[in-house]
């Protein structure tokens, strides 16, 4: 099986660590993942802004970059929405029968991570060890887009050492919401400002959700709030081990202030 | 008047104002909680209630897909049946058309039936500006209009509203309109419930004419049908003399038994009851019961306009449960005054700018005003997918822009983008840059996040919405391509 990592653009860009998460997971598993470098983003910022025309030529660049693959494994509930049912809105738009039929081919063979792993891999329990008080929010689109389910608590069940605890309100959209969080931000914030004070009460060290643009958004929330509480992509969890664990003052830490460059 | 309130702000500012309404942030949280428990609990009742969405969607679809000839059949039926029907097109032919039926019968005064179609079509407004008087029955729409205010919900209009506010009202208000609210009224909410009654009572046994709208309309057999809860409904359709029905066209059914799955669904999506408590059905004029005079007035307003849009056309299928009102995270924080329409929430957010196109920056605004977090399609009894609509009505307002001489800077910021994204060389570059730029912003960060990573400080321009009230991680030195680059995809041991 060729399967192909969709590392989309947020976590190119801001959250390599997700990426490194998914490669290391992925192999540990024993599945040789590869990194198609032709691939840029699933055009969702675009096709949910209402540029359909600025969406084509990416959504062209996307199919390019996949063809041929058996599976697209992506760590985001949004963007494997986005490929699976916004695709071909944005094919059709472009009247080009080429790009239909491309899409017809990489659409249903989007993943994402939790789907990937529990009805392609069939695995449950992937080894992982996260000795930490974690709380889970189940993202709009990979819950109601995707209906990805109970799969990633079924991961996170199996993860040896986790403390993990019910979120209030868990099926609340935080208020992300792409382009809404600077269009109505102020709503936005209200909205994530709600999540931030569900994930609090449940005194929960680290908030784990399957997209980084949502946790980015709470984390942002949480990190002003001085709440004391981290996010991380579900990915980085199940990718922790007791190696990893015994690496650093806490899991997977990426670059400190003032100590880059 | 088109069902959009003159003169209101755009969504963003009209929802910062709500949101710093505390009063209103609470009344609204615990109604919609409250409403949406309710609606929760007896949904899980039906074991088919998946089967019967698909149902009621079916019924509305295939009523739709052939509308031009169930409005024809009901024309004629309802015409066998002794009613008069009207055609019109917009909101003034049908206000004119009320107000010359209540004026050949001499009244200066009609009862109303609550009706959203008349609340979009202005008729209050328009009766009054000709000398006739309209009373709101419904005890919610009586307190909007004592306290001349404007409806935030579809089911409940004055949700905005506590029992100390009604009760103000009432005796504030009620006296300068007919009988006053006794002066120990207190806030309970039987007593306020028993003072609007005494209140009404007077109106529906003086009244020559009512108004009312429709749930649905039923082609063959020229049947219309109104669900309600407080009875007020069925005084206004059997006492007066004269009754006017103004309904809009799509909501048409074909036959008596598509109202099977539509009245199974409407109770409990809407009120969370199992059934409710008043369903009047009535066909025409019958001799010597009810209202000798039945007018039907049949309303487009924008109705064609919807139906023409190839994915828009679902939002006709609506059957004004309000249950997407209920389950939407932004309803809840905002309220319904912020969409600026008769119509608020998630349904408002497709149908005004379907029924009215998005030409105005109100309506325009309306479509954004989502997280797209689907909510409203789970619980919508006619399976609306009211994200979709919603993508592409922002479509719409892109696509409306498209020849502007001056593009807006965010139809610049997207055309940049489309071209960094159709090609990964032109993204490695400006991740590159992103690279450089979060070095500089990790050395200058005083701002550790959670978990160790730098913040980026406060950002100007667009970006400062987010950075006002979020930390913002400062990107990393190195993007996840440059990573896989460098070490083969961590195949050289570095994998961490
Ligand atoms: S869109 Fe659906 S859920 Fe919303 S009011 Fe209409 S029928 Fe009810």
């Known amino acids: ?261 | 008047m088109n069902g959009t309130f003159v003169g209101m702000p755009a969504f963003p500012t009209a929802a910062r104002e709500a949101l710093a309404d505390t009063q209103l942030r609470r009344n609204l949280a615990h109604a919609t909680r409250t409403i949406r428990d309710k609606r929760a609990a007896v949904v899980a009742e039906v074991e088919d209630w998946e089967d019967l969405r698909l149902a009621g969607a079916g019924v509305k679809e295939a009523a739709l897909r052939d509308l031009a000839t169930h409005l024809e059949t009901l024309e004629a039926s309802l015409t066998r049946a002794g009613a008069t029907v009207h055609w019109a097109r917009d909101a003034e032919e049908a206000c004119a058309i009320v107000a010359a039926v209540t004026k050949a019968h001499g009244a200066d005064e009609v009862v109303k039936v609550k009706s959203m179609a008349t609340a979009e079509i202005g008729l209050n407004e328009a009766l009054e500006a000709e000398g006739i008087a309209a009373w709101e029955t419904d005890l919610a729409e009586l307190i909007v209009q004592l306290g001349e205010d404007l409806p935030s919900h579809i089911l409940v209009p004055a949700i905005h509203r506590n029992r100390a506010e009604v009760r103000e009202i009432f005796l504030r208000r009620m006296g300068a309109v007919g009988r006053p609210a006794p002066a120990d009224l207190t806030d309970e909410p039987a007593v306020l419930a028993g003072a609007a009654r005494e209140h009404l009572r007077e109106k529906f046994l003086r009244a020559k004419v009512a108004v009312s709208g429709a749930n649905f309309v039923v082609a063959d057999t020229g049947t219309l049908v109104v669900v309600e809860s407080e009875g007020n409904g069925r005084m206004c359709l059997t006492l007066p003399e004269v009754l006017v029905s103004v309904v809009g066209i799509e909501k048409v059914v074909a036959t008596w038994s598509d109202l099977d799955p539509m009245l199974r669904l409407l109770p409990r999506s809407s009120t969370g009851e199992r059934m409710n408590p008043y369903t009047s059905t009535w066909s025409g004029v019958t001799a010597g019961d009810g209202p000798q005079e039945v007018h039907v007035v049949l309303l487009d307003n924008g109705r064609t306009r919807a139906l023409a849009d190839d994915v828009g056309r679902q939002a006709l299928r609506c059957i004004r449960c309000s249950a997407c009102l209920n389950v939407c995270p932004v309803y809840e924080r905002v309220g319904g005054h912020a969409y600026g329409s008769v119509y608020p929430g998630p349904i408002g957010a497709i149908l005004n700018p379907l029924l009215n196109g998005v030409s105005d920056e109100q309506t325009a605004s309306l479509p954004y005003a989502s997280s797209l977090c689907g909510a409203c399609f789970e619980v919508c009894p006619v399976r609306i997918d009211i994200p979709s609509v919603l993508v592409d009505q922002r479509a719409a307002v892109v696509d409306s822009h498209r020849d502007d001489r001056v593009p807006k800077a965010e139809a610049v910021a997207m055309k940049a983008a489309a071209w960094t994204f159709s090609d990964s060389r032109r993204l490695a570059w400006a991740e590159k840059a992103s690279g450089l730029a979060g070095r500089v912003m990790g050395r200058f960060s005083r701002r550790t996040m959670p978990g160790g990573r730098a913040a980026a400080g406060r950002l100007p321009g667009p970006a400062a919405g987010w950075t006002g009230a979020r930390d913002l991680p400062a990107p990393p030195a190195e993007s996840f391509r440059e990573w896989w680059d460098r070490t083969d995809g961590g195949r050289d041991g570095s994998a961490r």
């Open chain 1, 1 to 261: 099986m060729r399967v192909a990592l969709q590392i989309t653009c947020v976590n190119d860009a801001m959250f390599p660590d997700t990426g490194k998460a998914v490669v290391r997971l992925l192999r540990r598993l024993g599945v040789d993942v590869d990194f198609p470098q032709a691939q840029t983003c699933c055009g969702q910022p675009m096709v949910n802004t209402g540029y359909l025309d600025e969406a084509v030529p990416v959504v062209r660049t996307f199919v390019d970059a996949f063809a041929g693959y058996d599976a697209i494994v992506t760590p985001s509930g949004s963007c494997a929405g986005s490929a699976r049912h916004q695709h071909s809105i944005v094919a059709e738009r472009s009247g080009d029968p080429a790009l239909v039929a491309a899409v017809a081919e990489t659409a249903p063979r989007t993943y994402e991570l939790s789907e990937f792993l529990v009805d392609v891999l069939g695995v449950t329990d992937v080894g992982a060890y996260f000795p930490h008080r974690v709380t889970y929010h189940p993202t709009c689109h990979s819950l109601r887009m995707l209906g990805v389910g109970d799969r990633p608590r079924q991961l996170l069940e199996a993860v040896r050492g986790i403390q993990l605890v019910d979120l209030p309100n868990a099926t609340e959209c935080c208020g992300f919401g792409g382009t809404f969080a600077l269009k109505n931000a102020d709503t936005s914030i209200a909205m994530g400002a709600d999540k931030a004070r569900h994930v609090r009460d449940t005194g929960a060290e680290v908030l784990v959700a399957g997209d980084n643009s949502c946790l980015m958004h709470v984390g942002g929330l949480l990190s002003r709030e001085r709440a004391g509480v981290r996010v991380m992509h579900l990915a980085e969890v199940l990718a922790a081990t007791e190696d990893s664990e015994g690496e650093s003052s806490g899991p997977a830490v990426g670059e400190r202030a003032g100590d880059l460059a």
